[in-house]
């Protein structure tokens, strides 16, 4: 028994637990933070899939840390660095009649001028209600009973928010929120590329399809990042762990102890609360306070046991819907590819490939039973041609993302993962006519493979669905809402917990500010 | 076994010991039991009542929701369900327990039978099979509906051991009360264990539903000279309010039938303060309960001697011309020569000795006749019968 006293133990290295290590450091508590791999950052790392080639593993844009994270951890000086920033999304089209999506506006040969006044106007709107929901993240959910003052302040500031949209901004929200992006996008829009690329943004992730309900919000989450000041999507230097390395040498600075390649077995808690972990091989850490950045079905099934909660509890966790179904595709190549009508520059930029919403239906509709679609949409970077550290010179990395790529997929990721991968590559192909003869080295990431080597429940994006029912003051289950759990001295720090996931620091700075406000004896604040 | 003919038009089930039921049933008032055709009285609702309380009434019991409980993790699941510790009751014994939802409030009573080895049998008014089910995450355990596997009689009064010993369950007066017992009955096993509703000397058999029949004719056939009788369900009614016995469904509402919030009950709010261990470890409604502890209950839960002989049947309690409460049970105690009620008053009410009024409300010929009648809260039930405790049990 090591008995090193102290105040909280921070189970697993994802960018959110650095955050929250850090800023409960900051206050002046003694932290351990446990990573059970060899290094920090969950989804947000760079990895090495084949000799000299270099990718971020999981996530790939950072389009929504959010900006006092980053200013107040000073990641800048602790190493953080932008190899692009404010980057287009370009809908590819196969006869190269592409659609860019800007910070100041879309633009395409197939473009109608209507589409492109719509396209502000929409923006402009979308903008307003992220907002919105981005006060709503920036601090924990209000809750309508039992509220004390800090509630009240929150539901008066966001009644007033929604004030300030407006009478008819207001009734559109409430409209749209509850209907899907794919009426949404009809209400608005001609062009299939913008609606199937805006349709992306709405459902990447998720297990959502254009037309399920929830992908409006879906949008909107995504959307947050505006609010933080991304005019678009940024590529970390180094890759995305660049990032995680700087808070990590942040987080050390603050005084947060972190040890590497040590899993947790077990949360160890009684009846009245917790008393700290068990790692693999035995050895117990005590500590007043378990902070959980792994997922919420892990955090309770595997390490507390549903043993140690009660029943509506267990059943909880056990209804929460955390099935991924996005897979990541890594390709290493010894020249740059053509993609048909795109020119270099543009080449460095978002590039997806998702043409049209019908399509996007019906991919999700395969995996909906269990099934890859033939079509799979992808969200693409070429991130080497902005950072030069990821590949050998001459050479290129291409990542992207893969949907929909079903967890459970019926014939099994075993024998499905390789059939996949070509599917992926072929899909490209037609964008990239001479995409193959540039491929050294390949990598796909299932699903299944998120899980096993970084320990996401289910592969899930954001540690469990993107819906109103598991968001907000229901996430990631009602009586679970804000960080504290409903075991005394047990607080969820990840993408579980509101608001949800993305690069985005926000849960585990939640999650601090609501352990330092915490009152020992005192499980609902 | 269940006897559900696809052609009687009430779909109602039947018991095993149907047959010998209709037989005996004289009067044909029949009731409904969680879907089983039983009877209310077989005869006359008094006569029935004093055989419980002088020598030995015969309850149909087989409706009764039971299941079976096994697997490795069989206690511990049952520990983290019920409010007491499970721990306590040995192999061989019967526990009466209660337990809650997450918010606290009781889902149901019943009695859970420890048979050793993780193997349980759990007895209750409600179907809980999908409460159980979502408790059972996490634990390796089976859980079986057996009711309609299990035949049971409950064999009441003071002379129930002296039939038992004469239908040949010898040495039966050793047996504790709570505990269990097994005899061999035409090849097949007979349970017999020291439990009830009447809060006198009295078991419970278990039986399969093959020999059922045979059973009750042998039990009969050994109680003729000792004042045997079945009863149906208003006798036991009766004896269960002069015992001070709960009834799901009457004295309290199960938490996850309440429709309206606030209608459903704590075990401190029904006096079952002794069933509940907060010191055991995680079990439902802990939380809420430790809250409630720290916090005080609603209601509280009071036996009321109320003057006169008109059963306080649902009548507002009064302090002074303040409302404080309802009667949910109530009833004239023929032994015990008491008007009881059963009652949830406001919390700050009610200590042992205090003078309330019970509103009570009766109809003669059309007419109805409001009386405020005086009621004092009771320490304990009315009727404590030292036989439901002596061990060897008195014969007769
Ligand atoms: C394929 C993919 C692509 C994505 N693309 C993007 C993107 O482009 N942009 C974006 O913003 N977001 C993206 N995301 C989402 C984003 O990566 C995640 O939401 C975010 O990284 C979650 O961070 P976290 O700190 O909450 O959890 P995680 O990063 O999952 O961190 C949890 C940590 O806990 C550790 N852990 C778990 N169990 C234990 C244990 N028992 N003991 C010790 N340690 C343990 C894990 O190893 C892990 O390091 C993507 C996600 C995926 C899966």
Redesign the interface.
Known sequence: MTDAHYDAVVVGGGHNGLVCGAYLAKAGRKVLLLERRAEVGGAAVTREFADGFSVSACAQWLQQLHPDVESDLKLSRHGLELAARDLDTIALAQDGAHVTIAANGVSGAALSDRDAERYARFSRQMFKFARLLARVSERRVPQLTEAGWRDRIAMLSLALGMKRLGRADMRDLLRIGLINIYDVMEEHFDNDLLKGALSLDATLGTHLGPRSPNSVISFLHRRMGEVFGYRGPALVRGGMGGLSQALAAAASACGVEIRTEVQVTSIDAAADGVSGITLAGGERIRAPIVVSNADPKTTFEILLGLANVEAGVARRVHNYRMQGNVAKLHLALDGLPDFVGLDESQLGQRLVVAPGMDAMELAFNAAKYGEYSPNPVLDISIPSLSDDSLAPAGSHVLTALVQYAPYSLKAGWETGKEAFTQLAIETLKRYAPNLRETIIASELLTPVDLEREFHLGGGHWHHGEIGLDQLLVARPFPGASRYAMPVPGLFLCGAGAHPGGGVMGLAGRNAAREIIAHKPGKSRT | MDQLKPHDPTMMRQTPFHSRVARACEINQWDDWKGYTTPLAYTEVEQEYFAIRNSTGVFDLSPMTKYHIGGP?AE?FLN??MTRDIRKLKPGRVGYTVWC???GQVMDDGTLFNFGDNNYRLCSYTRVMD?LQ??A???DVSIEDVTADVAALAVQGPTSCAVLKAMGCAGLEGLKPFGLTHFDFEGVELMVSRTGFTGDLGYELWIVPEQAELLWDRLFAAGKDLGIRATGGEALELARIEAGFLQAGVDFVPAEEVVRQGRSRSPFELGLDWLVDLD????????ALLEERMHGSRYRFVFLDVEGNKPAEHSFILKGRKEIGIVTSAAWCPTAKSNIAFAQIDARYGKAGEELIAEVYYQRELAWTRVLAKCRVLRSPVFNSPKRRQTPAPDY
């Open positions: 993790d511990a983290r369900v939802n997450d918010a409460w979502w408790s995450l996490g634990f055991k470890g995680v079990f439902n409604g802990r939380r």
